[in-house]
């Protein structure tokens, strides 16, 4: 009996574990999304939907954990009343924080003039390696309010690298045979 409840019981651990259940994938072609959050120490949820953004738009019902595959630059990216600051975490593996905010843009919901905004808006880019990537975010600071994030696929030049991993392995044989002879 004992056997049965922890033959049953170790699958189940093993699905728990094994990450969110309800990640919503999101594309890495640089859209952006949108997320909304309570005021400091909350976690991100799905977008506020209150006023959609502008140069370009975001998706505003894509629900966190955002996830992807494959290496990507994640930009996070602070709007409307450039007071919030964000801690990213990928796997619930702390990744790093965007920038400090300082209060006074005007850029609203515009994600363009944010972007060229560096001084008022809070901002973070983290290079993200191969694998696959689960995003959740928690505000540090700041009011309650909307924020974007993107994902850019990074390329990988794997031909490349095995053409010259094949190079210097056929230049060391070709030394080895000519320092033999």
Same mark, same amino acid.
Request: a negative charge; proline letters at 5%; one cysteine or more.
């Given at each position: 009996?004992?056997?049965a409840k922890l033959a049953l019981l170790v699958p189940a651990l093993?699905?728990?574990?094994?990450?969110?259940?309800?990640?919503s994938p999101i594309t890495t072609d640089g859209?952006?999304?949108?997320?909304?959050?309570? $005021?400091? @120490?909350? %976690?991100?949820?799905? +977008?506020?939907?209150t006023s959609a953004t502008t140069n370009p738009t975001s998706d505003q019902d894509v629900a966190p954990p955002w996830t992807f595959s494959g290496p990507a630059t994640l930009r996070v990216l602070d709007l409307f009343l450039?007071?919030?600051?964000?801690?990213?975490?990928?796997?619930a593996v702390l990744v790093g924080?965007?920038?400090?905010?300082?209060? $006074?843009? @005007?850029? %609203?919901?515009?994600? +363009?003039?944010?972007?060229?905004?560096?001084?008022h808006y809070s901002f973070g880019s983290f290079a993200l390696g191969a694998g696959s990537h689960s995003i959740t975010i928690q505000q540090l600071e700041?009011?309650?309010?909307?924020?974007?994030?993107?994902?850019?696929?990074?390329?990988?030049?794997?031909?490349?690298?095995?053409?010259?991993?094949?190079?210097?392995?056929?230049g060391l044989g070709l030394l080895r045979r000519y320092r033999r002879s």
């Open positions: 009996m004992k056997f093993m699905l728990l574990s094994s990450g969110p259940l309800f990640a859209a952006w999304y949108e997320f909304g959050f309570a $005021g400091p @120490g909350s %976690f991100a949820t799905v +977008g506020t939907g450039s007071t919030d600051q964000f801690r990213i975490f990928d796997n924080d965007t920038s400090l905010p300082v209060n $006074g843009g @005007g850029c %609203f919901n515009d994600i +363009g003039c944010a972007l060229a905004d560096s001084r700041g009011t309650q309010g909307a924020a974007v994030l993107s994902a850019m696929a990074e390329d990988v030049p794997e031909p490349a690298s095995m053409s010259l991993l094949s190079g210097a392995l056929l």
